[in-house]
């Protein structure tokens, strides 16, 4: 009977003589692994559900938890969040019988897809993974660098640093930031995954005390009112007055229904849909655990355990910050600043740490996990002759060349992505400034 560690066929049926070796380098026979076989060392909690609860607490919940409960309400988030998670739940049940159902390697979802539906219909959708955790990396990276910027950055219209705002800006220097952040994300994935699991796990404290400090602050912070002053187009400005009330029954009773107006970033009428949507991109970090299948001692019974785990204790937290928002803050307060946790915290610095974590952890989450993927494209031989150095790893069984292959695909993938985005600022600063309509 195959144990955990047994080899699975990739291409059909191998050949029924005797020693025939199969493509992931064990015995088709003995079923035993080749030397250089990665050693699994991670158990569920360091391998699944640290990486699974950091991909869901990503910068989403810092500074969108608030727009989602000042534009739904917290009835409608309530649903929108049960909505949201009975989704994802359908992919963790599919995850678990998957998983449950034979041995597992390294490869996660990609792995169990191919191994279930075949190599071609498998490998397509691991080509798609792959790419949409490259991308997604860049992303991350580029929100983690505008967020430093926003409290560090120089104004670009001063040449004198004014207190923490010493950090020069444009679009070199951008490019300059997160090619820093994307080299540590480098070297704590060349190093492995023993590594990446206890940075990982020292994030999440981080995590965990930036998100204790928000929970306990109503009982230690006074109400008060804040001036938020809003510039749109024209240098046409808008002042509101919202207030922190603490907690409070008649905040809790005015914020339960949904009241959808503009967003005072991009002036769009929001929606259900919209709302939704914005919300729906912090549960989509479900497969982080999955994706170190190849690192687990125990995938079978790790991946399912640590994922639903990991789902049920993020979805805790989300209903709890829904409902300390909606008794403690005035509405006009969470639809007109992103960053209301940072204002409403006993602590506000500890929040702007919280979402580097978040952000920086994401980043390697992804990184870690694209590499994964490509190596067991690789290993399987899927597309040939490209792709076949992915393939070698380390005498410890760490895919390094994958690493180096995702790592440089990141960094194209983010000068390309801060080169449009520069190019359709300028775009739209000449339409605007060319424009016939006052």
């Not at 064990?26 to 991909?55: D, Q, Y």
């Not at 070297?187 to 994030?203: D, R, T």
């Not at 002053?229 to 008649?250: A, D």
Request: some cysteine; aromatic content about 10%; glycine content about 8%.
């Amino acid at each position: 009977m195959a144990n955990e560690h047994s080899p699975l066929l990739v291409h059909g049926v191998y050949s029924m003589m005797g020693d025939a070796e199969d493509s992931r380098g064990g015995s088709a026979v003995t079923g035993e692994a080749s030397p250089k076989s990665n050693p699994r060392k991670l158990n569920t909690f360091f391998g699944v559900m640290v990486p699974t609860i950091l991909s869901m607490f990503s910068i989403v919940l810092f500074l969108r938890t608030g727009f989602v409960v000042g534009h739904a309400g917290l009835l409608h988030g309530l649903l929108m969040l049960c909505v949201a998670y009975f989704i994802i739940s359908l992919t963790i049940l599919s995850i678990c019988a998957i998983s449950t159902n034979g041995a597992v390697e390294g490869g996660g979802a990609y792995f169990m897809i191919s191994r279930s539906l075949g190599p071609e219909f498998g490998g397509s959708i691991g080509l798609m993974f792959y790419l949409a955790k490259v991308c997604a990396c860049g992303v991350y990276v580029l929100g983690l660098v505008e967020a430093i910027l926003d409290i560090f950055g120089k104004d670009p219209g001063s040449a004198v640093s004014q207190g923490l705002r010493v950090l020069p800006q444009g679009y070199w220097y951008t490019v300059l930031y997160s090619s820093l952040v994307l080299l540590l994300c480098l070297v704590v994935c060349l190093v492995g995954a023993h590594i990446y699991a206890k940075a990982s796990f020292i994030i999440l404290l981080v995590v965990t005390m930036s998100l204790i400090s928000i929970i306990i602050s109503p009982l230690i912070l006074s109400p008060q009112r804040f001036n938020i002053t809003h510039t749109y187009g024209n240098n046409h400005t808008v002042t509101v007055n919202p207030s922190y009330t603490g907690f409070n029954g008649t905040t809790l009773k005015n914020n339960l229904g949904p009241q959808y107006s503009l967003d005072y970033s991009t002036n769009t009428m929001m929606s259900f849909a919209t709302v939704f949507a914005v919300m729906f991109t912090s549960c989509t970090g479900i497969m982080a655990g999955a994706n170190m299948s190849g690192e687990l001692k125990n995938p079978s019974e790790s991946i399912p355990k640590g994922t639903i785990i990991a789902v049920s204790y993020t979805f805790t937290v989300y209903v709890l910050l829904f409902l300390l928002l909606s008794s403690t803050c005035d509405r006009l307060l969470l639809i007109n600043d992103y960053a209301v946790f940072q204002r409403v915290s006993v602590w506000p610095p500890f929040v702007m740490i919280g979402v580097y974590c978040a952000s920086l952890s994401a980043a390697m989450c992804s990184m870690i996990g694209a590499s994964r993927i490509l190596h067991a494209l690789a290993l399987d031989q899927l597309f040939g002759l490209p792709l076949a150095p992915a393939a070698v790893t380390s005498s410890s069984g760490n895919p390094w060349v994958s690493v180096l292959y995702t790592w440089g695909l990141v960094v194209f993938n983010t000068v390309c992505v801060r080169a449009q985005l520069v190019q359709r600022w300028h775009l739209l600063h000449n339409v605007k400034n060319h424009s016939v309509y006052p």
